[in-house]
């Protein structure tokens, strides 16, 4: 079992900051890959960023420079920093990790957080 736990969504003004972290617990031998999607109104899932184990970043068009992905290996939490928030940020952020168990990787996702940007 693998949980992932998010924090740190919630109402802000644009142009405003927010940090997401999402810690994953349960029995996992190792967490490789973490990343953050979002699903904004009407949109599909999409990724954000993403962050390898070594901590080679991929981020999305729409979010460069402005979103910084970041993980604390020793805590097993992943953040995203998101700077000058824009109205169309507004969606549910979910984590996801790729973890080890046992001898194989499985995906994990996180319940989601609503972040609403407003002006």
């Known amino acids: 079992q693998v949980q992932l736990v998010e924090s740190g969504g919630g109402l802000v003004q644009a142009g405003g900051s927010l940090r997401l972290s999402c810690a994953a617990s349960?029995?996992?031998?190792?967490?490789?890959?973490m990343g953050w999607y979002r699903q904004g109104p009407g949109n599909q899932r999409e990724l954000v960023a993403d962050i390898s184990s070594g901590g080679s970043t991929n981020y999305a068009d729409s979010v460069k420079g402005r979103f910084t992905i970041s993980r604390d290996n020793a805590k097993n939490t992943v953040y995203l920093q998101m700077n000058s928030l824009k109205a169309e940020d507004t969606a549910v952020y979910y984590c996801?990790?790729?973890?080890?168990?046992?001898?194989?990787?499985?995906?994990?996702w996180g319940q989601g957080t609503q972040v609403t940007v407003s002006s």
């Open positions: 996801k990790a790729r973890a080890l168990r046992i001898s194989s990787f499985a995906d994990y």
């Open positions: 349960g029995s996992f031998r190792s967490i490789n890959d």
